[in-house]
């Protein structure tokens, strides 16, 4: 399987590029790095330019389709894998666990989407696609409707929502499922940090 990490966000609620803010000495992107390590036969960066991750050791693709949010990200990554399945998470979630990660990878083929629902939502950037999801991502993409969760709507696509009692015993505070969007959610990942 391969491991994408969607690293084009402008971070404009936010107002920093929040890919490279440093948490507990590491970068957003190098925390994420850091729970893909030994899970995954390749991990590739998307993002809307190579240069910034050149020298993270990884493979980096850029948007085949330009300025299309999470889901030209996941499309690009989908389109460049060399497996047949990715699992994908999103830039900006410093605390992904390896565990909650492979709760999904042991899920995996149980769908052509297979999404956690955790705390009342689906979690888009912590599942697994299969190319099987291609057509669709792009005339979605081509269509410019951008909401990953109307992918799982698609007819001829087999959905696997994985409940929440399936992370509780790894990620009883599902953190894992955490993003950066705005100056509060920062301040929430230095308190879990200093914890």
Known sequence: MTGLIIAGGKSIRLGQDKRFMKLGGRTCVERVLDAY????????????????FR???????VDVIPGRAAMGGLYTG???AKCQRVFAAAADMPFISPAAIRVVLA???????VIPEVQGKLHPMHAAYS???LPALR????????KIQDLARRPGLIVHRLPEPAFQAVEPQFRSFFNI?????LAQARAWIEE
């Open 37 to 52: 390590d030994r899970l995954f036969d390749e991990v590739l960066i998307v993002a809307d330019s190579a240069d910034a």
């Open 55 to 61: 020298s993270m050791g990884v493979r980096v693709v």
């Open 78 to 80: 989908l389109y460049y």
């Open 107 to 113: 899920a995996a083929e149980l769908g052509d989407i």
């Open 131 to 133: 190319k099987a999801c």
């Open 139 to 146: 005339e979605l993409v081509e269509t410019d409707e951008l």
């Open 181 to 185: 969007n705005t100056p509060e959610d």
